[in-house]
């Protein structure tokens, strides 16, 4: 099968979980047989643009790759708003910067099977394209993305972010509905979302699990002896749901552990200064800013945990944490969207008085790490490859 890709952020480096998620499915794909082209964007306003090394990285793996850069020049900004009653502010900037790019004669040069629209924000430019190329339209959802965004926005602080948030979630749901009745099929991250939708009434929803590639997971199997950190926080250090998790684990968790000679670890990308004035308040834990190597990071630890309070789809770091020797301690969104199976891998506390107490289970007992090789198969690449199959995209509910 011929894919082009359409995804919300250019997937290299692969720095936070949805960059992750995309590359790793790219290069499943690729190494399933599929012919794959790459259409997404970078944020020209804050981001320096992509190196020739990340762009080659990318052509190894996808036939064609066309990056677009969002700016943040005043007529853009003018455009943006004026289509807000159109489209949310996330996906009109997508939208307004694939305009005049010649990006419907790239696609119809790559001349696709089919157009996967992976994240919902290029979704106007995907729904153009399919429809000009007459190429059935599959949209890969990453979470209730309404539902997500209005959390976000509640637990932002900070003024400017906050309006940027609002202006996302004007006609956000709509437009949300508006793709997945167009989508010939929906592929959810979330088995718990897509009995969301199903209950809603949309129609072909399957659940196509992220995975951890055999590279990750061999580097998190060669544990550290004896390990560095007793408890150890991953994942991006600044989207609001992010500081929020780790503020309640440092002010309300932590605090109940008496044990000054405890090593936590708090470990991620672009830690907000907000997160790093909490995290000084305990001298026991360690900062890990922007590792180069997560893998090798979250190996080092004892007990991993996941203290998230807000959230839909999959966190990718309790898939990932499944890969781990480490004893696994979440909260209930932690682990919300995994299977069952997946889901009884962890000790999962809601309150911060079971929370503590849970990670001092974990750090008293060896962890009984047989039950998760069978679970780790449903997020394996060769699982993910069986799937989609050799020739053809998924079509059954059960992938």
């Given at each position: 099968m011929?894919?082009?890709?359409?995804?919300?952020?250019?997937p290299?480096?692969?720095?936070?979980?949805?960059?992750?998620?995309?590359?790793?499915?790219?290069?499943?794909?690729?190494?399933?047989?599929?012919?794959?082209?790459?259409?997404?964007?970078?944020?020209?306003?804050?981001?320096?643009?992509?190196?020739?090394?990340?762009?080659?990285?990318?052509?190894?793996?996808?036939?064609?790759?066309?990056?677009?850069?969002?700016?943040?020049?005043?007529?853009?900004?003018?455009?943006?708003?004026?289509?807000?009653?159109?489209?949310?502010?996330?996906?009109?900037?997508?939208?307004?910067?694939?305009?005049?790019?010649?990006?419907?004669?790239?696609?119809?040069?790559?001349?696709?099977?089919?157009v996967?629209?992976?994240?919902?924000?290029?979704?106007?430019?995907?729904?153009?394209?399919?429809?000009?190329?007459?190429?059935?339209?599959?949209?890969?959802?990453?979470?209730?993305?309404?539902?997500?965004?209005?959390?976000?926005?509640?637990?932002?602080?900070?003024?400017?972010?906050?309006?940027?948030?609002?202006?996302?979630?004007?006609g956000?749901?709509?437009?949300?509905?508006?793709?997945?009745?167009?989508?010939?099929?929906?592929?959810?991250?979330?088995?718990?979302?897509?009995?969301?939708?199903?209950n809603?009434?949309?129609?072909?929803?399957?659940?196509?699990?992220?995975?951890?590639?055999?590279?990750?997971?061999?580097?998190?199997?060669?544990?550290?002896?004896?390990?560095?950190?007793?408890?150890?926080?991953?994942?991006?250090?600044?989207?609001?749901?992010?500081v929020?998790?780790?503020?309640?684990?440092?002010?309300?968790?932590?605090?109940?552990?008496?044990?000054?000679?405890?090593?936590?670890?708090?470990?991620?990308?672009?830690?907000?200064?907000?997160?790093?004035?909490?995290l000084?308040?305990?001298?026991?834990?360690?900062?890990?800013?922007?590792?180069?190597?997560?893998?090798?990071?979250?190996?080092?630890?004892?007990?991993?945990?996941?203290?998230?309070?807000?959230?839909?789809?999959?966190?990718?770091?309790?898939?990932?944490?499944?890969?781990?020797?480490?004893?696994?301690v979440?909260?209930?969104?932690?682990?919300?969207?995994?299977?069952?199976?997946?889901?009884a891998?962890?000790?999962?506390?809601?309150?911060?008085?079971?929370?503590?107490?849970?990670?001092?289970r974990?750090?008293?007992?060896?962890?009984?790490?047989?039950a998760?090789?069978?679970?780790?198969?449903?997020?394996?690449?060769?699982?993910?490859?069986?799937?989609?199959?050799?020739?053809a995209?998924?079509?059954?509910?059960?992938?």
């Amino acid at each position: 099968m011929k894919v082009l890709c359409i995804a919300n952020d250019i997937p290299l480096p692969a720095n936070s979980g949805g960059r992750v998620d995309v590359w790793r499915r790219l290069c499943a794909l690729q190494a399933a047989g599929h012919s794959l082209a790459l259409l997404c964007w970078t944020d020209a306003g804050r981001v320096a643009p992509p190196s020739p090394d990340v762009i080659a990285q990318l052509e190894r793996v996808c036939a064609s790759v066309c990056v677009l850069p969002i700016t943040r020049r005043p007529t853009a900004l003018v455009r943006r708003l004026l289509q807000l009653w159109r489209w949310p502010s996330h996906a009109a900037s997508r939208a307004i910067a694939a305009n005049g790019k010649g990006v419907e004669a790239w696609a119809q040069a790559f001349a696709p099977d089919v157009v996967l629209l992976d994240g919902l924000y290029g979704g106007a430019v995907a729904l153009r394209v399919s429809q000009q190329l007459k190429r059935p339209l599959w949209y890969r959802s990453h979470n209730i993305e309404h539902q997500y965004m209005a959390a976000q926005r509640t637990r932002e602080s900070r003024f400017v972010r906050r309006l940027g948030l609002l202006a996302n979630c004007l006609g956000l749901e709509r437009f949300e509905r508006g793709i997945m009745s167009r989508a010939e099929r929906v592929l959810d991250i979330s088995q718990d979302d897509a009995k969301f939708w199903r209950n809603e009434g949309v129609r072909n929803v399957a659940w196509l699990p992220t995975l951890v590639d055999h590279a990750f997971a061999s580097r998190l199997a060669s544990a550290a002896d004896p390990p560095r950190f007793d408890v150890l926080y991953f994942g991006n250090l600044h989207t609001p749901n992010n500081v929020e998790a780790v503020t309640w684990l440092v002010h309300e968790v932590l605090s109940q552990i008496d044990n000054p000679s405890l090593r936590v670890a708090v470990a991620g990308s672009r830690p907000a200064d907000l997160l790093r004035e909490v995290l000084r308040h305990d001298k026991r834990i360690t900062l890990i800013q922007n590792p180069e190597d997560m893998a090798a990071i979250v190996a080092q630890a004892r007990v991993l945990v996941n203290p998230m309070l807000a959230g839909s789809g999959v966190n990718l770091k309790s898939v990932e944490m499944l890969f781990s020797g480490a004893a696994l301690v979440s909260t209930s969104v932690g682990v919300g969207g995994l299977p069952a199976e997946a889901k009884a891998c962890f000790a999962v506390a809601d309150t911060p008085e079971l929370f503590a107490a849970a990670v001092m289970r974990g750090l008293a007992a060896n962890p009984d790490v047989n039950a998760r090789h069978s679970v780790r198969m449903a997020f394996s690449p060769d699982a993910i490859a069986t799937c989609f199959g050799r020739g053809a995209l998924p079509v059954a509910a059960s992938c």
